[in-house]
């Protein structure tokens, strides 16, 4: 199995701008970032490719979001600026492989002022 550890969540105010990070205990293959608020479906953030670094991002968090990777410390990362309250979530990293799928903890996304 695949352990990923997500960490950087926390509070801020409208405007402002977190980076998270996904620490994979294993190869980095296709990763993702989803959100899931309360009441809400969990839904897509964005996405990277194993290695080429190819990137996707919902309509919402373009121009807004940035995912990255760092294949030597098989960290996927989340830059998010100008956050919205509606951005508040719980955020997950998920790995996958063909069938397989892992998914993070969760970290905890709180815009407000």
């Known amino acids: 199995q695949v352990q990923l550890v997500e960490s950087g969540g926390g509070l801020v105010q409208p405007g402002g701008s977190l980076r998270l990070s996904c620490v994979a205990s294993g190869y980095m293959y296709d990763m993702s970032w989803h959100r899931q608020a309360p009441g809400k479906e969990r839904e897509l953030v964005a996405t990277?490719?194993?290695?080429?670094?190819?990137?996707g991002y919902a309509d919402s968090d373009k121009g807004r979001f940035t995912i990255s990777r760092d294949n030597a410390k098989k960290t996927v990362y989340l830059q998010m600026n100008s956050l919205k309250p509606e951005d508040t979530a719980v955020y997950y990293c998920?790995?996958?492989?063909?069938?397989?799928?892992?998914w993070g903890q969760g970290t905890q996304v709180t815009v407000s002022s």
């Open positions: 998920k790995w996958s492989l063909g069938l397989n799928e892992y």
């Open positions: 990277i490719s194993s290695i080429g670094g190819s990137t």
